[in-house]
């Protein structure tokens, strides 16, 4: 996900392409180097998706989240995942009101546009997914009567690798929720010299109004960008090209799980909303290849022999990718 797009079109309003740029500009005030990750927010949000990060602490994976809140004009907020996590703690649970002698429901967390979900994979299964109602069917069941969550909504979940082991893998279920996986990496040297400048010059990551970042959408620009995405076409050969990568997963003997239906739709998605980011209406096999690792990665599992020989998953995609013919 490093194309530079090409003149694109559409307004700052409606087209990604002129958000795109605005919207980098204003994070670049707050956090250096992570570009990628607010191109695949814009895509998540584009398509109706939810991104996981995965990266050391200390790459300011929230700061990002609440900068990207902020110069979208969306409300944000943050669970820290915890071992005791309850899912009336996300959700949001019934209170009784002894005016009244009512229960009264006070909303939980998620309750919001841009929700961060940290360290997911530290929190128990119970707790995780209650996740899975608001992700799938944007909204929320509390003693059997559904609550719909305000549009748009997103999950930005992180998960660091490092403290992986011995805390919760996230289920296949709930990973396949995500549109794409990101590893948020270590900044360049450059970057990170002027990440000791900025906070030398008495940088406060808590105080975001003091860095100047300004909103440069609402709600109502995504929701027209949302619309231009559908408008993207996908040919039937780039489509026939999606489905045998797909399937060529299902087929490999470094995997025992494979890419399903669903993580086809989703890389058809990612593609177009890449597309449109490009400047253009159609989709191409490069908007496929570029979007096949974040969008697939999670989406399938290593076997056993296969890890113990050193491969990884986005070098079984790398080897799918080799092998599967381009549509011209």
Same mark, same amino acid.
């Given at each position: 996900?490093s194309?530079?797009p090409?003149?694109?079109?559409?307004?700052?309003?409606?087209?990604?392409?002129?958000?795109?740029?605005?919207?980098?500009?204003?994070?670049?005030?707050?956090?250096?180097g992570?570009?990628?990750?607010?191109d695949?927010?814009?895509i998540?949000?584009?398509?109706?998706?939810?991104l996981?990060?995965?990266?050391?602490?200390?790459?300011?994976?929230?700061?990002?989240?609440?900068?990207?809140?902020?110069?979208l004009?969306?409300?944000s907020?943050? #669970?820290q995942? &915890?071992?005791?996590?309850?899912?009336g703690?996300?959700?949001?649970?019934? #209170?009784y009101?002894?005016?009244?002698?009512?229960?009264?429901?006070?909303?939980?967390?998620?309750? &919001?546009?841009?929700?961060?979900?940290?360290e #997911?994979?530290?929190?128990?299964p119970?707790?995780?997914?209650?996740?899975?109602?608001?992700?799938?069917?944007?909204?929320?069941?509390?003693?059997?009567?559904?609550?719909?969550?305000?549009?748009?909504?997103?999950v930005?979940?992180?998960?660091?690798?490092?403290?992986y082991?011995?805390?919760?893998?996230?289920?296949?279920?709930?990973?396949?929720?995500?549109?794409?996986?990101?590893?948020?990496?270590?900044?360049?040297?450059?970057?990170? #010299?002027?990440?000791?400048?900025r906070?030398?010059?008495?940088f406060d990551p808590?105080?975001l109004?003091?860095?100047?970042?300004?909103?440069?959408?609402?709600?109502?620009?995504?929701?027209?960008?949302?619309?231009a995405?559908?408008?993207?076409?996908?040919?039937p050969?780039?489509?026939g090209?999606i489905?045998?990568?797909?399937?060529a &997963?299902?087929?490999?003997?470094?995997?025992r799980?494979g890419?399903?239906?669903?993580?086809?739709?989703?890389?058809?998605?990612?593609?177009?909303?890449?597309?449109?980011?490009?400047?253009?209406?159609?989709?191409?096999?490069?908007?496929?290849?570029?979007l096949?690792?974040?969008?697939?990665?999670?989406?399938?599992?290593?076997?056993?022999?296969?890890?113990?020989?050193?491969?990884?998953?986005?070098?079984?995609?790398?080897?799918?990718?080799?092998?599967?013919?381009?549509?011209?």
């Amino acid at each position: 996900m490093s194309e530079t797009p090409p003149g694109g079109r559409g307004s700052p309003a409606g087209g990604l392409v002129a958000l795109r740029a605005q919207l980098n500009e204003q994070v670049a005030k707050v956090v250096l180097g992570q570009s990628h990750v607010v191109d695949a927010t814009l895509i998540a949000i584009a398509v109706g998706g939810h991104l996981l990060l995965e990266g050391p602490p200390g790459v300011a994976k929230t700061l990002l989240c609440r900068s990207l809140a902020a110069a979208l004009s969306l409300r944000s907020t943050r #669970i820290q995942f &915890t071992p005791d996590l309850m899912p009336g703690d996300v959700t949001g649970s019934l #209170i009784y009101d002894a005016k009244t002698a009512l229960f009264q429901f006070r909303e939980g967390p998620v309750f &919001t546009n841009l929700l961060l979900a940290d360290e #997911i994979n530290r929190t128990p299964p119970k707790s995780q997914a209650a996740l899975l109602e608001a992700m799938e069917e944007r909204q929320v069941s509390v003693e059997g009567s559904p609550r719909p969550l305000p549009e748009p909504f997103c999950v930005t979940a992180t998960q660091n690798p490092i403290e992986y082991e011995g805390t919760y893998p996230l289920p296949e279920a709930q990973l396949d929720r995500f549109l794409v996986k990101l590893a948020v990496g270590l900044p360049e040297r450059e970057e990170e #010299i002027g990440i000791l400048a900025r906070h030398a010059a008495g940088f406060d990551p808590s105080d975001l109004a003091a860095t100047g970042i300004k909103p440069v959408a609402g709600p109502a620009d995504l929701a027209a960008a949302v619309a231009a995405v559908r408008e993207v076409r996908v040919s039937p050969e780039v489509a026939g090209y999606i489905v045998d990568l797909c399937r060529a &997963t299902r087929q490999s003997p470094s995997l025992r799980l494979g890419v399903s239906p669903r993580g086809a739709t989703a890389l058809q998605a990612t593609s177009r909303a890449w597309a449109w980011l490009a400047g253009r209406d159609y989709v191409t096999p490069d908007d496929v290849k570029a979007l096949a690792r974040p969008t697939l990665r999670h989406r399938i599992q290593l076997r056993p022999e296969a890890e113990m020989e050193g491969a990884v998953p986005d070098g079984v995609l790398d080897a799918v990718l080799a092998t599967v013919p381009v549509p011209r």
